[in-house]
């Protein structure tokens, strides 16, 4: 490795690793020479990667994981679409989220560690439900649960701008893959030939392939430019109904004539059908500014990749 490949090597700490991103990303980003170390609640069970223990209820953190980290990559929280939203399940989502980022910053306080850099997961929530409003990266906060959930987290991690940190949050859509998330819960009933539009069938989905939003994270990291808010999200966003249809065709499957009412689904996922039936037709143009090219940009090419394999 050359002088200028040095300089490029981040020391990279990464909460929320187990999940979809965060166990491709440490792949990635160690091939590409980067060290990287993660914090998680079993660390025993991570193999490859140097873990320590933190617990964001109990807010205990091993503070010898930020020794020379000048990168952080924050992705904890618990999963938004995992089990119904009861009282209890919706305060577990956010404190996650915000408990999780306050008990880091503390750490990186206590120990004064020089972290140059933060990336932050957040979600196209943020906006709440819009309609056919075309959402930048300035757009306003939405209402209801999922927005509100986001302002806290993307509130809780600009309190990361004290350390002098170049932050960057991430606003993720719909992430698709075959490994797991959205996708597989989305091709069920489809590959079962019950696919149909849910709800009205005009709400936005915004989504992203997962090679492209590993990409961005990469980007995100390694060019100092990057900073604040971004809407990670593929260029050209559909309607439920054009995501139904292109995965019925790419699956060669039909697509009933029909559409699954609004309140079945709400009766069937109770306040959690907001994830299905908010409309976010969000613009990544911020991001395609920057330079950055999204290698699956059209939702057909997407899908024709994932199920290629």
């Known amino acids: 490795m050359n002088t200028s490949d040095q300089n490029l090597k981040k020391n990279i700490l990464i909460t929320g690793a187990s999940g979809l991103i965060g166990t491709k990303l440490i792949r990635n980003l160690q091939e590409k020479g980067h060290v990287v170390s993660v914090l998680s609640r079993n660390p025993g069970k991570l193999n490859?990667?140097?873990?320590?223990?933190?617990?964001?209820?109990?807010?205990?953190?091993?503070?010898?994981?930020?020794?020379?980290?000048?990168?952080?990559?924050?992705?904890?929280?618990?999963?938004?679409?995992?089990?119904?939203?009861?009282?209890?399940?919706?305060?577990?989502?956010?404190?996650?989220?915000?408990?999780?980022?306050?008990?880091?910053?503390?750490?990186?306080?206590?120990?004064?560690a020089q972290v140059k850099t933060i990336i932050s997961a957040s979600a196209v929530g943020f906006y709440g439900d819009r309609a056919d409003e075309i959402l930048n990266e300035n757009s306003s906060n939405g209402t209801g649960f999922l927005a509100d959930c986001c302002q806290q987290w993307e509130n809780a991690v600009e309190e990361g701008l004290k350390f002098g940190a170049r932050l960057v949050k991430l606003r993720i859509g719909l992430v698709l893959s075959k490994q797991g998330g959205a996708l597989t819960k989305l091709e069920t009933p489809v590959s079962l030939f019950l696919g149909a539009p849910l709800g009205s069938g005009k709400q936005?989905?915004?989504?992203?392939?997962?090679?492209?939003?590993?990409?961005?994270?990469?980007?995100?990291?390694?060019?100092?430019?990057?900073?604040?808010?971004?809407?990670?999200?593929?260029?050209?966003?559909?309607?439920?109904?054009?995501?139904?249809?292109?995965?019925?065709?790419?699956?060669?499957?039909?697509?009933?004539?029909?559409?699954v009412p609004e309140f079945v689904l709400k009766a069937v996922l109770g306040e959690m059908s907001a994830v299905i039936l908010t409309s976010n037709r969000t613009s990544s143009q911020k991001l395609i500014d920057t330079g950055f090219k999204f290698r699956y940009a059209g939702l057909d090419k997407a899908l024709k990749e994932i199920y290629s394999h």
């Open 204 to 259: 936005w989905m915004p989504w992203i392939h997962v090679t492209d939003l590993l990409a961005i994270f990469e980007k995100a990291i390694e060019n100092p430019e990057y900073s604040g808010t971004y809407n990670a999200c593929s260029p050209i966003p559909v309607t439920n109904f054009e995501f139904t249809k292109i995965l019925a065709k790419t699956l060669f499957r039909p697509v009933w004539p029909i559409k």
């Open 48 to 112: 490859g990667v140097k873990a320590f223990q933190w617990n964001v209820e109990e807010q205990i953190i091993d503070k010898e994981a930020l020794n020379g980290v000048d990168t952080i990559i924050h992705l904890a929280g618990a999963g938004i679409a995992d089990k119904r939203w009861t009282k209890t399940r919706k305060q577990l989502i956010i404190d996650s989220r915000v408990l999780s980022t306050k008990l880091l910053y503390k750490a990186i306080e206590e120990t004064q």
